[in-house]
Nanobody
Framework: QLQLVESGGGLVSSGGSLRLSCAAS????????IGWFRQAPGKEREGVSC????????DYADSVKGRFTISRDNAKNTVYLQMNSLKPEDTAVYYC??????????????WGQGTQVTVSS
């Protein structure tokens, strides 16, 4: 069974840091681009970041550039999202998704269950 599992969310004060993990089971992430998305209450889901299968290409939403860093460890079958200088507006449920390239990852059939990130002011 193909599965993505996010972890690492929690409650943090403004300016703090968290590292989210997206671990795969049932398949290897080596050939997949991984995207991170978030959805806040009452808002649409938005793309946060994406990393290519090789790790050689990364993209970030303007709202997180310079604060978030995406990386992958294919040996651990895991992708990470390091989030620094967190702001209350970063509060959301964060999801990861897998597809063959970042351009189409938002339409992926493979999504995790999400992890809650709450940033207090």
């Amino acid at each position: 069974q193909l599965q993505l599992v996010e972890s690492g969310g929690g409650l943090v004060s403004s300016g703090g840091s968290l590292r989210l993990s997206c671990a795969a089971s049932g398949f290897t992430l080596d050939y997949y681009a991984i995207g991170w998305f978030r959805q806040a209450p009452g808002k649409e889901r938005e793309g946060v970041s994406c990393i290519s299968s090789s790790g050689g290409s990364t993209d970030y939403a303007d709202s997180v550039k310079g604060r978030f860093t995406i990386s992958r460890d294919n040996a651990k079958n895991t992708v990470y999202l390091q989030m620094n200088s967190l702001k209350p507006e970063d509060t959301a449920v964060y999801y990861c998704a897998a597809d063959i390239e970042c351009a189409i990852v938002a339409g992926s059939d493979y999504w995790g269950q999400g992890t809650q990130v709450t940033v207090s002011s």
